[in-house]
């Protein structure tokens, strides 16, 4: 079993709707969580990070944190066609550690 | 800020033949960079931790006589594949950190490269 898990999709989503994207870990010593967006034959790109659990927004974007649940997500309102790409969740055990990413999300958005 | 570059963006190769591929921290000093491996529609895969002036960590299963890794400055580190094979063929990522600099020593990752292996 993969310490991350992650739905490979694809998401397809009509222009305006909400994305909504998540991970789940096994390994309760987790306390960075991260996502990332790729494009295509890109690296990837910080969207956002939190620490431990609670939620944060940032724009459209808005990332939760359930520890108890082990759980993790995304949120993306007012999709685009440029919100399409692959988000990658990750996540770190403390600062400085290596990242532990999990399979990606490949999202579409329609116009 | 905190911007990584790779040299170059994509390569095609012989079988045989060895590829240099180089990661470089623009603005920073990256005291330690990763290589990652990524193959389609897959997510990344760590190949192996450097810090600058040290012998490279290698993660589990990766060749270290394969994948050779230096990272003599604080702002360069190369991946050279020895001796490549078709199998070899995928999109390599490398990501630089400075201790201290971002929220959690945050890795900054370059934008890739792609090699094809004949």
């Known amino acids: 079993q993969k310490e991350v898990e992650q739905d490979p999709g694809p998401l397809s989503v009509p222009e305006g709707a909400i994305v909504s994207l998540n991970c789940t870990y096994s390994?309760?010593?987790?306390?960075?969580f991260m996502w990332y967006r790729q494009y295509s034959r890109k690296g990837p790109e910080l969207l956002m990070y939190?620490?431990?659990?609670g939620n944060k927004e940032d724009g459209r974007f808005t990332a939760q944190v359930d520890k108890s649940s082990k759980y993790i997500s995304l949120f993306i309102r007012d999709s685009q066609p440029s919100d399409s790409a692959t988000y990658l969740c990750a996540m770190i055990k403390a600062a400085g550690n290596k990242l532990t990413f999990g399979g990606g999300t490949r999202v579409l958005v329609k116009p | 800020g905190a911007v990584v570059s790779q040299h170059p963006s994509w390569v095609i190769c012989k079988s045989g033949t060895s590829v240099k591929i180089e990661c470089r921290s623009l603005d920073f000093q990256a005291t330690t960079m990763f290589w990652y491996r990524q193959f389609p529609k897959q997510s990344l895969m760590l190949m192996a931790t450097s810090n600058e002036g040290s012998k490279a960590t290698y993660e589990q299963g990766v060749e270290k006589d394969k994948f050779l890794i230096n990272h003599a400055s604080l702002t360069l580190s190369t991946l050279t594949v020895t001796s490549a094979h078709p199998e070899d063929s995928s999109f390599y990522i490398c990501s630089a950190r400075d201790r201290g600099l971002g929220a959690y020593n945050e890795q900054f990752f370059g934008p890739g490269t792609r090699l094809t292996v004949l």
């Open positions: 939190t620490y431990s659990s």
């Open positions: 390994n309760s010593a987790f306390q960075y």
